[in-house]
């Protein structure tokens, strides 16, 4: 594939945390994948390909953006988008007959069947779209049902048997209709009325509502339980953090009070996350989310701190003395200096005399 669409804002949402080399990283994967129409066999193949040393991060990508599968490294969504772009290239070829083949076969009875069966579909997708975006899998309506299916099977999400059941009707009495319509059609005159009864099966459609509102609220109760698994999570000790901000190559200081402050904060952010339908599913994931979240922060710090003693020192430089005032407050030292003397001369001697300001000095 040598084009494929790209949206801004669902990137920028996406990837707001990552650092500039992860975003060159990603970036890069994501042409190479289209460009090639396959998987990533290794994370050295990565690492010759991008000329790029940092593991660390190449595996903080693939860790978030990529699943493995045999042994080789997926892209849901790129995956979905190159079938398609292959599919369409074949079909190409024949799509002039398909055409013509659906000019003979097709009738106004197809056109309101086929309007039902889909009606029906999209329904029972909809309901799968709701329950797999609640636990963070990136669908839409262009997803295709299999693939629907086999998601809410890895999430252990039930699809109720009333929505299935529903399906397998639709699609009976639509397979019934057009065959009674067929041998009919001998026989129809315009006496005759249109045929309604294919329309019997969707007439549960409370039922259905009934059954996805079940998958969402069992959806919002996985979200709420991602929430509190991250509230939860035993983080890195103070020693094992400081081993992996050495290797990120942060060389400030880290103490345990700082620690638990960095902690504290980040499983509140993520945990807001999770509820929205955003967890940190992997223990590797959390703890380079928290490496990263110390980093950026005494960055933040660091940087406050410098524009403060700059501007604590523009103002000291700006309130010294001139030449005229420091020589006034020399000699006004003195004279205080001089005071002090003979206070002490007349207390000590009884002499009332006047001290020599050299004697003073002396």
Not at 48 to 74: C, P
Not at 163 to 189: G, K, P, R
Not at 239 to 265: I, K, P
Not at 315 to 343: C, D, F, M, V, W
Request: aromatic share 8%.
């Amino acid at each position: 594939m040598h084009f494929y669409n790209f949206n801004i804002k669902d990137y920028r949402a996406k990837t707001a945390h990552l650092t500039p080399i992860e975003h060159y990283i990603y970036r890069s994967l994501i042409d190479w994948y289209y460009l090639n129409e396959k998987p990533f066999d290794s994370v050295e193949q990565i690492k010759r390909w991008l000329m790029i040393d940092d593991e660390t991060a190449i595996e903080n990508v693939l860790s978030e953006f990529f699943h493995k599968r045999n042994g080789k490294y997926h892209h849901t969504r790129i995956n979905k988008e190159v079938r398609n772009y292959q599919h369409k290239k074949q079909n190409d070829v024949t799509d002039d007959v398909t055409q013509n083949m659906n000019d003979v076969t097709h009738d106004v009875t197809h056109d309101v069947t086929q309007n039902n069966r889909t009606k029906a579909l999209r329904n029972r997708n909809k309901i799968m779209i709701n329950a797999l975006k609640a636990v963070g899998e990136n669908v839409n309506t262009r997803t295709k049902t299999a693939e629907l299916q086999a998601l809410c099977k890895k999430h252990d999400i039930d699809v109720t048997d009333d929505v299935t059941q529903n399906m397998n009707d639709v699609t009976h009495d639509v397979t019934q209709s057009v065959t009674e319509l067929t041998a009919q059609t001998h026989a129809i005159t315009n006496n005759h009325k249109p045929i309604t009864n294919i329309n019997n099966s969707l007439s549960n459609a409370g039922e259905q509502k009934k059954s996805a509102d079940e998958v969402l609220a069992k959806a919002e109760q996985v979200k709420q339980a991602n929430a509190q698994d991250i509230q939860d999570w035993n983080q890195p000790t103070l020693d094992e953090m400081r081993s992996m901000l050495f290797t990120a190559g942060f060389t400030g200081q880290l103490n345990q009070s700082d620690y638990d402050r960095h902690v504290s904060d980040m499983k509140i952010y993520y945990a807001e996350q999770a509820i929205i339908g955003k967890p940190l599913a992997t223990n590797s994931l959390r703890k380079n989310k928290l490496r990263d979240w110390i980093i950026r922060d005494s960055q933040k710090n660091f940087t406050g701190k410098t524009h403060a003693n700059n501007q604590s020192s523009f103002s000291n430089h700006a309130k010294q003395p001139t030449t005229a005032e420091y020589a006034k407050n020399l000699e006004a030292g003195l004279q205080r200096y001089i005071e002090q003397r003979r206070a002490e001369r007349t207390i000590n001697h009884g002499d009332w005399t006047d001290v020599h300001p050299m004697e003073a000095v002396v």
